[in-house]
């Protein structure tokens, strides 16, 4: 055996964990590259396959060189070690990201079909949840990289990233609450493109257009224009999304307050009479599932009747009820009921109204002896 080729087996039955580490993670990522550059993100581009591939052996290459150069060769290179060690952390890192990207890809991803080849896509919570994970896994790759280099003063509190620690500490209640909500309301899942909420506290019906790290893009279906809502707002509050997993359907309403004076079978009959005529005069009410009339409240100035029906557009429902409400005007009178808010209190009788008020009998006999005195004087 040659002098040399033993005496680096000689070195190799000395090194520590973090070379055999070295080593072995080197030979694992080697033998798996092509798999790895294949299987990420399914992409069906042998040039982008070709470049994650180059780009895995290329790190190889670097991490096993300098690590070979300086200990197992014994060359002179100046922190070779370190350099060896922060490449095989830059390669980690790597894989890391793409490992993340595409579990998330898989969990959040929306599958599409091009040219009779399934894939899956991004979406706005699968990028803004890589963006989080990307900006987690970096930060904790900075400090190793820190530690491997020995500039451990750089992590004290009066150095720069203290000074950035400082700083991310005083404006964290400006931005952390929104950006932390919207990750909670990504990663729920209840709230997606395109649902229509109703949010009560700020008196908005709109379409949800998408969620980014601090707010909420929601499009007013009244006005048309789009309204930014803090992340926070939308977890502190009610919000109304309107879905559901019934089979009806979600179902939407119309309240009317009538007088006491007209029949309950009367109202019925007015209110299935004006569901069937919005049918007719629109498509965004389902015709198939039948109305319910309830009645709700009881009140001090009339009684509050409930028209219930379903949306077949779920995204119209304004378009509904406004349609309902014109063809109740429309048939008031033809069933003899009034949409007027009714009267409860009663006008005076104008006689009573400007009468003198009456005298009291211990003031009338005040006056009779005041009189008597005044005579007798």
Not at 290 to 306: E, Q, Y
Request: with cysteine.
């Amino acid at each position: 055996m040659p002098e040399w080729l033993q005496d680096i087996f000689e070195r190799l039955k000395v090194l520590d964990n973090w070379g055999w580490f070295t080593l072995g993670f080197n030979a694992v990522i080697f033998i798996i590259a092509p798999w790895l550059a294949a299987r990420y993100g399914e992409v069906k581009c042998e040039t982008r396959k070709a470049t994650r591939l180059r780009l895995l052996h290329g790190f190889n290459f670097i991490v096993f060189a300098t690590f070979l150069l300086a200990v197992i060769i014994k060359v002179p290179l100046p922190r070779a070690q370190e350099f060896s060690q922060s490449c095989l952390l830059v390669m980690i890192t790597y894989l890391l990201i793409h490992l993340v990207e595409a579990l998330l890809l898989k969990r959040y991803g929306r599958e599409i079909v091009v040219e009779d080849f399934s894939r899956r896509v991004e979406t706005q919570t699968s990028k803004t949840l890589e963006l989080v994970a990307f900006t987690i896994i970096v930060i904790v790759a900075g400090v190793a990289l820190i530690q491997i280099w020995g500039f451990d003063s750089w992590l004290e509190a009066t150095s720069v990233l203290g000074f950035v620690a400082l700083l991310f500490f005083f404006t964290r209640e400006h931005w952390v609450g929104d950006f932390l909500s919207g990750i909670m309301i990504i990663s729920g899942g209840r709230l997606e493109r395109g649902d229509v909420v109703r949010i009560p506290g700020e008196n908005i019906m709109g379409i949800v257009l998408n969620t980014r790290g601090m707010y909420t893009v929601v499009r007013d279906l009244a006005q048309g224009h789009d309204i930014l809502l803090p992340n926070s707002a939308l977890l502190k509050q009610r919000v109304d999304v309107m879905k559901t997993d019934l089979n009806r359907g979600v179902r939407d309403y119309v309240e009317f307050q009538l007088g006491y004076e007209v029949p309950a079978e009367a109202v019925r009959e007015y209110l299935k009479a004006v569901w069937e005529a919005a049918c007719d005069r629109t498509t965004a009410i389902d015709s198939t599932k039948p109305p319910r009339v309830t009645l709700k409240v009881c009140g001090d100035h009339g009684a509050t009747w409930r028209l219930a029906y379903v949306p077949k557009n779920i995204h119209a429902i304004l378009l509904c009820q406004d349609t309902v409400r014109e063809s109740a005007f429309r048939l008031h009178e033809t069933h003899g009921i009034s949409l007027s808010t009714p009267l409860t209190h009663q006008e005076a009788d104008s006689s009573y109204a400007f009468a003198a008020p009456p005298t009291s009998a211990k003031k009338k006999a005040a006056t009779k002896k005041a009189k008597a005195k005044k005579s007798a004087g």
